[in-house]
């Protein structure tokens, strides 16, 4: 057995009260704190520091988790976090998941200074505007980690970030790359572009094709793709904020594709063109 301390046996302990309210978004945004479940968030959490600071706080573990994942309690234990062995009926009450996984850490808050993004110089990144589904918001900084992104921006009408199944669905992303929240929208479009990255609006009735701009060349410099709401897309003004509109084109008869699926081939074919042109930091001219 591994030792990490007095088993927990009631869901009605102080330790215990105070992890579950983090489910709730008043409760998170006061405390700065976030649940990540599941062993792949956590050891990215136990992974993850800002600055001297350690990500993860505290980890709820039972018996046979953490006989399965030593690695997991050890990492945590040296991060600094507290590891409290743990019923199953404790982490089961602290978990949002239908299925627990045996294991759920306490996290402080990750989001980066959009000032801080923009120094950075960086050459792909998402913006998620209007984006509401937690699911899809997750999924989509997944996406953006996956294809090498340096960033990703939610606007303040868009989802928390912390919402538990954003967490669950980016699968460990968080700890990643660096993600701004409450950015307004014409703010991250100005910030962006000062910055020397052209604004590409992802839109299903985009004047632009996606295919063919990959085929002209104009996709190898700095890029941000704005990403809008999963039931009607991006509002007029926000695409009129963009240098172009663009569009997936569908060869099928799919009627579209859903928000993460057009994210996921955006951000890929970006950083496919920003490899073709060897890494050019100079801005192609709409």
Request: charged letters at 25%; proline letters at 5%.
């Amino acid at each position: 057995m591994v030792s990490v301390g007095p088993e927990l046996i009631s869901p009605r302990s102080a330790r215990v009260t105070a992890a579950r309210r983090l489910a709730r978004r008043n409760f998170r945004g006061k405390e700065r704190l976030f649940l990540a479940e599941g062993p792949q968030a956590v050891r990215e959490a136990a992974a993850h520091r800002t600055g001297d600071t350690a990500t993860l706080v505290e980890l709820f573990i039972t018996p046979e988790a953490a006989e399965r994942y030593a690695d997991i309690v050890g990492a945590a234990r040296a991060a600094g976090a507290r590891v409290h062995l743990a019923s199953d009926e404790v982490v089961a009450d602290i978990s949002t998941t239908v299925t627990p996984q045996g294991l759920v850490g306490v996290c402080r808050f990750l989001d980066t200074p959009f000032e801080e993004i923009l120094a950075a110089r960086p050459r792909l990144v998402a913006v998620l505007a209007h984006v509401r589904d937690p699911g899809n918001a997750g999924t989509v900084l997944r996406c953006a980690d996956a294809a090498g992104a340096d960033a990703v921006v939610l606007t303040d009408a868009s989802v928390d970030l912390y919402n538990p199944k954003a967490v669950r669905a980016s699968v460990g992303s968080h700890f990643h790359l660096p993600v701004a929240v409450g950015v307004p929208v014409e703010r991250a479009v100005s910030g962006l572009r000062d910055a020397g990255v052209r604004l590409l609006a992802a839109d299903g009735a985009g004047d632009r094709d996606l295919d063919e701009e990959l085929d002209k060349g104009t996709m190898g410099g700095p890029t941000a793709w704005i990403f809008g709401n999963e039931a009607w897309g991006l509002p007029e003004e926000t695409r009129a904020l963009a240098d172009a509109v663009v569009r997936v084109p569908i060869h099928g008869k799919a009627e579209s594709l859903n928000l993460a699926t057009a994210a996921a081939v955006c951000l890929y074919a970006s950083a496919r063109a920003q490899r073709a042109a060897g890494g050019s930091r100079s801005v192609t001219e709409s």
